[in-house]
């Protein structure tokens, strides 16, 4: 008998061969690996061994042993289906690599496939990767072929049962099929042998899903899933960004971006676009000039030309950062690019109400700033004019126009809002208002009067509407019997009886309505309405002091975090000067509401007349004034406070500016500025900002303790001037 016996190579093969069939473990699988890689060592052309190598290389994801493999294979056995089949796949998923494999086109496609077969009887590998190839490249495939990848993925990557083929089935179904395929598949299937990479795409995939799925906080938790699997990509900080973007949690938001802006080489610059408008948001306008010089940068060396909206963006962060350092000229110059690239060829109305209104009031605020009262009625106006256009757009032309002293045209505006309105509400309040100030109050009763007439004969006017008209023109009598007369439908309209009965003297009735239980409203509205009544009553009583005083008591400390009573407690306490219990409540409203500057500001202003706690004065206005900007009320604060914790140099540019800023030559501002120059041993200017002050005039009456000192002593240094003056003494 003639024995026939492998030769060693032959046997080491087939010891390879069988490993891989038994090999069940990664450990396993890469023992087999390394066998068919000493076989191919041996014999580099082994047919059967490149096969079984190649195969076992593609599931390992060994790219170099996959390419070397499929080159040698293509080489001698093009021919045969399998063949064919593997050296695709090592093509589709290496495409970056260079080899002498042919590669994929359009053209070929069609051709390969016609030798691989049909579908199902593909690879389940080659068909994943043929799926993410479309993915790719789904204008270089046609829908019947798409049509029959799509049947077999599903098996294909359940056969397979990586986390990595059923993403990409998940991700070949939200292309080509289902909209509201789930990934639920690929989470479950990632474990300690999922690539670190794949989980990281699966996790960002899945925060996208939830993200627009309105789910912010699934996104999060799975924007965290993906950091700890990849910490240096980019994308996923990006769509944290986003994320907290929309839940306006400023300061995460620009950290997010700021961390994808530094991980992303390449810049891109929508994410720039998205830091800087985070920046800005945020107030860190001085962090904003490098980044802007960067996306210029970015814009000029790009060979192809950001669509619109991405220009639209970019020119909006230049204004807001010009408008930032009162370069309101260039701010406009950016703003008018804006408005010509958001309007120009524009055939979408959706288009245009997406840009045209921001950029718009943008506009509105530079002309306000620049003094150009004309221009920003104008604008207005326009705005105004359209078809869907609200009626606030007149009432704010209105405004302008009354700033620029044009009365005529601030009447016209103010009575086309009233007619785009259709009914009588406050903005025809404010036209009253207007012609009260304008032509008198004789015009503006016969106002109410022709209204309240045409009125009874259409459309009626809500007598609380009608009540403030003749309480505005000075007839009190019929004021109270309208604000009577809507007390009688609606309960929270007693509030407004009651005050307006206090502004007429009659006390007493205002507090038996406050008081009365059958008055059915909270303990808080009935302490607010109290403490309104009490602040603004000419003359109090005894008893009426203690009664507004309980209702208050009692108000706040059933609502002790309701904001907008405790500011009206704090008018009543002020009015009563218990200073100790009115700064108790605005410490209260400003650890309630950081963002609340007017209570800030009193704060600040209180505990400084106080002579207490100055430095969390100065905490109080200056987190008020990195809110708000350069308002003229808190320049002035600011500045008060510092003459008064001795520092009157420092005061000077602050009240400088305020009275810079403000609108109307306040007479209080004045008072501090001569106060600061007298304290800085500067007379001459005392004297000058004192006289502005005189001619005001100022009401001593509405000064509080530390200004009433600083009234008297600057009247009486330069009565004393002026007497000695008048003696022919030196000075």
Not at 67 to 95: G, H, K
Not at 155 to 164: P, R
Request: glycine share 4%; aromatic share 8%.
């Amino acid at each position: 008998m003639i024995v026939l016996q492998s030769s060693p190579l032959e046997a080491s093969y087939r010891h390879a061969w069988v490993s891989r069939q038994a090999a069940t473990s990664l450990a396993e699988k890469e023992e087999a690996f390394f066998q068919l890689e000493s076989v191919l060592k041996r014999a580099p052309f082994h047919l059967a061994a490149l096969q079984s190598h190649l195969d076992l290389a593609l599931e390992l994801d060994r790219a170099p042993a996959a390419i070397r493999s499929a080159e040698r294979l293509y080489s001698i056995d093009r021919r045969n289906v399998t063949t064919l089949q593997m050296c695709a796949e090592v093509v589709m998923r290496y495409p970056t690599e260079q080899f002498v494999l042919p590669s994929i086109s359009k053209e070929s496609l069609s051709e390969l496939v016609q030798k691989f077969g049909p579908v199902p009887q593909w690879r389940d590998s080659l068909v994943i990767e043929f799926a993410n190839y479309c993915c790719h490249h789904p204008d270089s495939v046609d829908s019947q072929l798409t049509s029959a990848v799509g049947a077999a993925i599903t098996t294909a990557a359940d056969h397979i049962g990586s986390a990595k083929a059923h993403f990409e089935s998940w991700h070949f179904a939200r292309i080509f099929g289902e909209e509201d395929a789930s990934l639920d598949s690929a989470r479950r299937r990632i474990d300690d042998e999922c690539p670190r990479n794949v989980a990281y795409e699966i996790y960002l995939a899945s925060a996208k899903d939830a993200w627009l799925g309105d789910k912010p906080d699934d996104a999060k938790s799975f924007l965290t899933k993906a950091i700890d699997m990849k910490q240096n990509d980019y994308r996923c900080y990006e769509l944290l960004g986003d994320v907290y973007q929309a839940q306006q949690e400023s300061s995460q938001c620009t950290v997010a971006y700021l961390r994808a802006w530094r991980l992303a080489g390449d810049h891109p610059l929508e994410l720039g676009i998205k830091l800087a408008e985070s920046l800005a948001h945020g107030e860190r306008y001085s962090a904003l000039p490098p980044l802007v010089k960067t996306l210029e940068n970015e814009v000029r060396k790009s060979a192809i030309t950001p669509d619109r909206t991405l220009r639209i963006r970019l020119q909006l962060v230049y204004a807001r950062l010009a408008m930032r350092q009162a370069r309101h000229e260039d701010a406009l110059q950016k703003l008018e690019r804006c408005h010509m690239l958001a309007t120009r060829n524009c055939s979408h109305s959706d288009e245009l109400d997406e840009w045209v209104p921001a950029i718009e009031t943008l506009q509105a605020q530079c002309l306000v700033r620049l003094g150009k009262y004309a221009d920003t009625a104008r604008l207005f106006e326009n705005r105004a004019s359209k078809i869907d256009s609200p009626a606030y757009q007149w009432r704010a032309a209105a405004r302008a126009w009354r700033t620029d002293g044009n009365a005529f045209a601030a009447a016209r505006c103010y009575r086309n809002a009233v007619f785009k309105q259709g009914g009588y509400s406050e903005i025809w309040l404010e036209y009253v208002s207007f012609l009260k100030d304008t032509r008198g109050i004789d015009e503006a009763a016969r106002e109410v009067t022709f209204r309240h007439r045409r009125a009874q004969q259409g459309a009626a006017i809500a007598d609380q509407v009608l009540a403030q008209a003749w309480e505005m023109v000075g007839r009190p009598g019929l004021a109270i019997q309208h604000y009577r007369l809507a007390a009688q439908h609606e309960a929270k309209d007693v509030a407004a009886l009651a005050i307006a009965l206090a502004r007429q003297g009659q006390v007493h009735d205002a507090l038996e309505l406050i008081a009365d239980d059958s008055w059915s409203v909270s303990a808080p509205i009935r302490a607010h309405t109290a403490a309104i009544v009490g602040a603004n009553a000419a003359n109090l009583s005894t008893a009426s002091k203690a009664t507004i005083m309980q209702i208050v008591q009692d108000g706040t400390t059933a609502a002790s975090d309701d904001a907008t009573l405790l500011m009206a407690a704090v008018q009543w306490y002020t009015r009563c000067q218990s200073t100790s219990d009115a700064m108790e409540l605005l410490k209260r409203v400003v650890a309630l509401q950081p963002e609340n500057v007017i209570a800030a500001n009193n704060l600040a202003m209180m505990l400084a007349d106080e002579g207490c706690e100055f430095e969390r004065a100065i905490e109080c206005i200056d987190n008020a004034l990195k809110q708000t900007g350069p308002v003229a009320e808190f320049l002035d604060t600011k500045g008060w406070i510092l003459v008064q914790m001795n520092r009157s140099e420092e005061a000077i540019p602050w009240l400088i500016k305020a009275v810079e800023q403000s609108s109307s030559q306040d007479p209080i501002t004045h008072l501090h500025l001569a106060a600061a120059y007298m304290d800085h041993g500067d007379r001459v200017h005392a004297r000058e900002y004192l006289a502005a002050a005189r001619a005001a005039p100022i009401l001593p009456e509405l000064l509080n303790t530390s200004e009433q000192r600083a009234w008297a002593t600057l009247q009486k240094e330069f009565t004393q001037l002026a007497s000695a003056r008048a003696d022919g003494v030196a000075w």
